[in-house]
């Protein structure tokens, strides 16, 4: 292999170990300082922003789930904004206005024209009745009772300007596809969102439940609605464009992993590239963020948050960079050997871990027949899926899509696991 070859791959190889094992290291040996303080006597007016488009029935599931938390009458209320669907999802609004408005106060507001996510968004929080907090979260999400007051209890101090929930999966073992999403999930919520959360800067904050100040989601709302890529407009990853916003100015972001809710991943393929196409894009927009504002950045963020922003899009575009050098010096099947190698070596034993720590800590996440089975894929996809994915993202900046929202027919109804997770949202740890 040539030796340029050989010293680059080696250089992503170490950063890959330096980005994914040190925040293990942190949480195994540090596992106190990286939880947040909570104090449950706190009490604030906490208004949903539930932005919609084409998720048909699961609007009206995710409105029952929400309007059955375990927080104070007359201190939360929802507000529901379709973006034109092209199904029945604003018919379903409705009907979750009218049925469960007794529970919570319900406000649902039809965009006239379809302006993505962000503009949903932002409808919501203005069509809002004097809250303290905002509360975004997705249209196809159930919550455990307690998530709201969970979330609340932790903005502990003016320092910290948004915290986030613990999203799992509800759909863990319907296929292969399915029960590696639920283990990736797993360890970047247990392992790489707890190592950010000791230095209170978590780098992206989950759009499935992601709670906010309002005064913070206002500082940062123009600035959202400017994001552009070289003139283009730029929609995918709101939710890791807000968060950046808010360490770039200072703020303290987090998690608290008691604050749960599910959300239903893609089960086939198609969806799920299209799903991390889109992430791509937002990762690769929000390291060019980071490149471009770096001294802003050694100003206002903790340096290893910075090192938590640029080093996992580092990796992917330097084994990209390697891949089409390999192709060009003839050495394209030494690489691809090379990296498999290291990969089957470097994920094997984090899997094995993942399988144990999920049985001990949340069982319902819990992958059948274990997680050292969806090794091959996982491989696989790190090679054939990354190298796609980011040459794709490159040249796709300018996408305004929702993502991996597809229309529905006006006569599907809502799915059995969904319904499950609603009536044992009290029970779950």
Not at 22 to 50: A, E, N, W
Not at 113 to 122: I, P, Q, R, T, V
Not at 267 to 289: A, C, E, I, N, V
Request: charged share 20%; glycine share 4%; with cysteine.
């Amino acid at each position: 292999m040539d030796a340029f070859l050989l010293l680059t791959l080696s250089l992503g190889w170490l950063l890959t170990i330096f980005t994914y094992v040190i925040p293990l290291l942190c949480v195994m040996f540090l596992r106190k300082s990286t939880f947040l303080k909570k104090d449950y006597g706190i009490q604030k007016r906490v208004t949903v922003l539930l932005p919609c488009f084409n998720e048909g029935p699961h609007a009206y599931d995710t409105i029952k789930s929400i309007s059955q938390s375990n927080y104070p009458t007359g201190m939360l209320e929802v507000v529901a904004v379709d973006d034109r669907s092209t199904d029945d999802s604003w018919e379903w609004i409705k009907k979750a206005q009218t049925d469960f408005s007794g529970a919570v106060q319900i406000t649902a507001y039809r965009q006239p024209k379809n302006a993505g996510k962000y503009e949903a968004l932002s409808k919501a929080a203005s069509l809002s009745n004097d809250a303290d907090l905002f509360l975004c979260i997705d249209s196809d999400c159930y919550f455990h009772a307690d998530a709201v007051r969970e979330l609340v209890a932790s903005f502990t101090t003016e320092k910290i300007a948004a915290v986030g929930g613990h999203v799992r999966v509800s759909n863990v073992n319907d296929n292969l596809l399915t029960q590696a999403q639920a283990t990736v999930y797993f360890y970047a919520y247990k392992v790489m969102k707890m190592f950010q959360n000791r230095l209170r800067n978590v780098a992206c904050i989950s759009g499935c439940l992601f709670a906010i100040r309002k005064e913070a989601f206002y500082e940062i709302e123009d600035d959202v609605k400017k994001c552009n890529f070289l003139g283009a407009k730029f929609s995918a990853g709101e939710d890791r464009y807000m968060t950046h916003l808010l360490m770039l100015r200072g703020h303290q972001t987090g998690v608290n992993l008691d604050a749960i809710c599910w959300t239903e991943v893609p089960s086939t393929f198609r969806k799920f590239f299209t799903q991390q196409w889109r992430w791509r894009r937002s990762g690769t927009q929000d390291y060019l963020l980071t490149l471009r504002t770096l001294m802003r950045h050694s100003r206002n963020v903790n340096p290893l948050s910075v090192m938590n922003l640029m080093l996992p899009e580092t990796v992917n575009y330097l084994m990209l960079f390697t891949f089409i050098y390999s192709l060009v010096s003839g050495d394209a099947l030494q690489w691809v050997v090379a990296h498999q190698l290291f990969t089957y070596s470097f994920l094997g034993p984090f899997l094995i871990l993942m399988h144990f720590w999920m049985k001990q800590s949340a069982p319902d996440q819990v992958v059948k027949g274990g997680t050292l089975v969806l090794l091959p894929f996982i491989a696989g996809w790190a090679f054939c899926g990354t190298l796609t994915c980011a040459m794709m993202a490159i040249f796709t900046m300018d996408s305004s899509s929702w993502g991996t929202r597809v229309s529905k027919a006006p006569n599907e109804q809502s799915t059995d696991v969904p319904n499950a997770l609603l009536e044992n949202t009290r029970q779950m740890p």
